[in-house]
């Protein structure tokens, strides 16, 4: 068997992938994938932290704009990820799947607070730990929760979960004649402002020196493929 390329990895899974073919909120099918991929990869003997979205409950820029407190709009984008974090908790445990959900915004009757060598202990017993309420500080993204979280957690790789099968010059969905890269550096991404993952991630990743690997989770087996090492999505590293 293939050994794994990597130990411990930080999955980053936005909130849209979530919804399936939905306008909105979780499709329960999707889910029970999601787990199953993830189940894949932890019986490889890989380390799983997991950062979720909450982009497909609420998103506080978009409330923001239609005239709402960007504070208070971002607070409820942060319960929208514990959603996505308990729904994804109860997909896992229903395969055997041992999981912890820890919240950077406490809520201790249903979720571990945040601590990091929590965290850390549940990795190396081979716990799924699922990091919701992003950073718990508003104006921040969970794309930035996943470059702080996988630099505190030792995390080799970010492994970007989204619809699309990697970077592309131009929104692929609407233009044909979209190139994909295969690899990237962190500056290539941030001069060319690619809608990756925003400036503050990326450059947090640059200083840490994580790679990221952005891939489509619509394609069955790919995290266990790039965990595996193979060509899957595009590279984003220094
Ligand atoms: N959010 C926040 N601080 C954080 C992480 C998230 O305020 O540290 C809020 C923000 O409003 C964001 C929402 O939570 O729009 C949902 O997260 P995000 O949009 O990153 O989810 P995704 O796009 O991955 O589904």
Redesign the pocket.
């Known amino acids: 068997m293939t050994k794994p390329r990597y130990r411990r990895i930080l999955l980053?899974?936005?909130?849209?992938i979530l919804t399936g073919d939905r306008d909105y909120g979780i499709d329960p099918e999707i889910i029970r994938q999601v787990a199953q991929e993830i189940k894949e990869v932890v019986s490889l003997g890989v380390e799983i932290a997991i950062v979720i979205?909450?982009?497909?409950i609420?998103?506080?820029?978009?409330a923001s704009s239609k005239g709402m407190d960007r504070a208070t709009?971002?607070?409820?984008?942060?319960l929208?990820?514990i959603l996505n974090g308990l729904a994804l908790q109860d997909a896992l445990e229903k395969i055997d799947v041992d999981t912890r959900v820890q919240t950077?915004i406490e809520m201790r009757e249903i979720a571990e607070p945040y601590i990091r060598r929590k965290a850390m202990r549940h990795l190396e017993k081979g716990r799924v730990v699922i990091f919701a309420?992003?950073?718990?500080?508003?104006?921040?993204?969970?794309?930035?929760?996943a470059s702080l979280r996988a630099t505190e957690i030792g995390a080799e790789v970010i492994l970007k979960a989204t619809k699309v099968d990697g970077i592309y010059d131009a929104d692929p969905a609407l233009h044909k004649e979209a190139h994909k890269y295969e690899e990237l550096t962190y500056l290539d991404v941030l001069k060319k402002q690619l809608k990756v993952m925003d400036a503050t991630a990326i450059s947090l990743c640059m200083d840490q020196k994580i790679p990221i690997i952005v891939f489509s989770l619509k394609e069955r087996g790919n995290i266990q493929k790039v965990v595996l090492g193979e060509k899957v999505g595009t590279e984003v590293r220094g």
């Open positions: 980053k899974i936005s909130g849209e979205g909450g982009g497909n609420f998103r506080g820029m978009a709009a971002d607070y409820m984008g942060m929208a990820t950077a309420a992003g950073t718990g500080n508003p104006f921040f993204t969970t794309d930035t929760t």
